[in-house]
């Protein structure tokens, strides 16, 4: 089944704990994303990456890393999170930045 | 710079009525695309559809069509004879190739009433 993976599904941690958010995608796409969502502000694009070990600031990139090793991977890595990026994330991939998206099932951080 | 606005927060109907859901655009490009998704209560995004810069046809599927004018940078959503299932987040959203950013709008939350 063509899906994108993202684990956890909910996360609780403490100020300062590092932390990674795993994205994987089985559909051989090019296009991976992060995006954060909030209530009021919609979707905002963290991170993205247009092909392996190419990756790009999107709208809201600060206190937030990503890597790109492999195709179907592309991990989110919070190293010092702070209660303001308690949020909903989703990770998404396309075969292009211009074809239609793949969502993951999201992530409800809590950083407290 | 590239920027999406969707003025309605929410809306809410009563069963079979009609709704329009508005998406309004910025980009200085003439390459780009635009997209609507489905969030339902569920949570989940599903994607609806993507038009390209270059195809102003309005598309219709089912209940629903799409009315894209670039003329006012606008691509607007319409349900026809809603039900309580078209009851999600709807979010526009913008891509120019070249950048490689996708940008969404706020979002409209539509309540169908039964």
């Known amino acids: 089944e063509a899906q994108v993976t993202q684990n956890p599904r909910y996360l609780i941690t403490v100020t300062g704990k590092k932390l990674t958010v795993t994205c994987s995608q089985n559909?051989?796409?090019?296009?991976m994303s992060w995006y954060r969502q909030d209530p009021g502000l919609g979707l905002r694009q963290i991170y993205y990456?247009?092909?392996?070990?190419?990756?790009d600031k999107g709208d809201v990139p600060e206190g937030y890393k990503v890597s790109r090793k492999e195709k179907r991977n592309f991990p989110l890595i919070l190293e010092s999170p702070s209660p303001n990026q308690t949020s909903l994330y989703f990770c998404a991939s396309s075969f292009r930045v211009d074809t239609e998206a793949f969502f993951g099932q999201g992530t409800r951080l809590t950083v407290v | 710079a590239q920027k999406v606005t969707q003025a309605q927060t929410e809306i809410s109907v009563v069963e079979k009525e009609d709704v329009t859901l508005d998406c309004v655009y910025e980009t200085r490009d003439t390459t780009y695309y635009l997209f609507w998704y489905k969030q339902p209560p569920s949570g989940e995004l599903v994607f609806l559809i993507r038009r390209n810069s270059f195809d102003e046809q309005n598309e219709i599927s089912g209940r629903y069509s799409w009315n894209f004018q670039k003329s006012t940078s606008s691509f607007n959503f319409t349900i026809t004879a809603s039900q309580v299932v078209d009851s999600a987040v709807y979010f526009c959203?913008?891509?120019?190739?070249?950048?490689?950013?996708?940008?969404f709008g706020q979002g409209t939350i539509l309540t169908v009433h039964p």
């Open positions: 990456s247009m092909n392996v070990e190419v990756t």
């Open positions: 959203a913008l891509v120019v190739t070249s950048y490689g950013k996708l940008t």
């Open positions: 559909m051989n796409h090019e296009y």
